[in-house]
């Protein structure tokens, strides 16, 4: 649980949402508060007012006085570089962290080199590392400390898309064989719609909306706080097949659809993220397309924009979905709450990294 009021010379930051295990990730436009919070968590910052509770231990109680100190929160810290000691190898600095892990803990050395592949780099140096592969190293230090929550402060920013891609597997490993809770902050919606199944969403010092990562990226009256152009939804479906001609079928509560090849066995669960502005919407049936997607839905909420746009939430199976398109269109097509329609979706707008396993189901 964390509680937190602070002020600084010309902001306010007032915020209170629960951490429950997987990840739970900070997300909203810079200045918004999120790395404050982090480093309260921390206890890097002492703020004027709070509370946060990690478990049974109060780390920051200001009501009794209560703050302990950072090298007594069991908090694990990876930060947006690496940070690692430049002169010692990677088993060293592994050992590091392993060093701050409180007497009989269960945390294990070779468990986590196992997990995050880092058994081929033991020996190297830090300089002689891909971004990647030190980002693995300093979760393996962070997580050798057996803390007790494990903050990541945009710990794929400094990331090359390649680099992303191949990172981004092993924090799902991370969420899915520790039961250590994390708080994620990240300014890319498709990394938090592919980890996360908490989202806080922070404006001004504000939690403007707080929910699971479907309640969220589906509500269209946060559109604006996240991006217009980020905008987008996260549905749920199975790998039902992978076809000769490169494509996987995706069941999902609506229908088939077909992405570019899908990693993973059949009968798998995965979650895709679907962008807002790659959703053409028909009210009849379209023929004669090269969109392989189509799937039945009926309009749940319609929210004007200030411009020429609009944004329509749709009911799809059991999901909810976004779409974003032009007022005139709205018009055109005599679009309405409760008005069925068919979603029409490109097989090819949707990116590898936009789709990802649920929580809890990696072995």
């Not at 898309?161 to 994390?182: F, G, N």
């Not at 077909?258 to 798998?268: D, F, I, K, S």
């Amino acid at each position: 649980m964390v509680e937190v009021q602070h002020r600084f010379a010309g902001f306010a930051l007032e915020a209170a949402f629960e951490v429950p295990s997987g990840v739970t990730a900070l997300f909203g436009p810079s200045g918004s508060g999120k790395s404050t919070i982090v480093k309260a968590v921390a206890g890097l910052l002492r703020p004027d007012r709070g509370r946060i509770v990690n478990g049974a231990q109060v780390l920051l109680d200001t009501a009794t006085g209560i703050n302990l100190p950072p090298q007594k929160r069991r908090v694990g810290y990876v930060f947006q570089d690496a940070r690692l000691f430049p002169h010692l190898t990677v088993r060293q600095n592994l050992l590091y962290g392993h060093w701050f892990a409180p007497k009989g803990a269960e945390v294990s050395f070779d468990r986590v080199v196992e997990m995050l592949d880092l058994g081929p780099v033991l020996a190297r140096r830090p300089g002689t590392l891909s971004g990647g592969e030190r980002q693995r190293v300093a979760i393996g230090r962070a997580l050798l400390a057996n803390p007790q929550i494990l903050l990541m402060d945009e710990p794929l920013a400094a990331l090359d898309d390649a680099r992303k891609a191949e990172i981004l597997p092993y924090i799902e490993q991370l969420r899915d064989s520790t039961k250590v809770p994390i708080l994620y902050v990240s300014h890319s919606v498709s990394e938090i719609a592919r980890l996360a199944g908490a989202v806080v969403l922070l404006q001004g010092g504000r939690v403007l909306r707080k929910g699971t990562v479907g309640e969220v990226f589906s509500d269209p009256s946060v559109v604006n706080a996240m991006g217009v152009r980020e905008a987008g939804s996260v549905i749920a479906a199975r790998i039902a097949a992978q076809d000769d001609d490169g494509l996987t079928r995706l069941e999902t509560s609506a229908g088939p659809i077909w992405l570019p090849r899908v990693q993973g066995a059949l009968g798998a669960p995965v979650r895709v993220r679907i962008a807002a502005q790659d959703i053409i919407l028909s009210r009849q049936r379209p023929a004669g397309l090269s969109a392989l997607n189509i799937l039945p839905a009926t309009i749940s909420a319609l929210r004007m924009g200030e411009g020429p746009g609009a944004i329509v939430q749709l009911r799809v199976g059991e999901d909810l979905v976004l779409a974003r398109v032009t007022r005139r269109s709205v018009g055109a097509l005599d679009l309405h709450v409760g008005t069925q329609v068919f979603v029409v979706l490109k097989s090819v707008s949707v990116a590898p990294g936009d789709v990802g396993t649920p929580a809890g189901t990696l072995s």
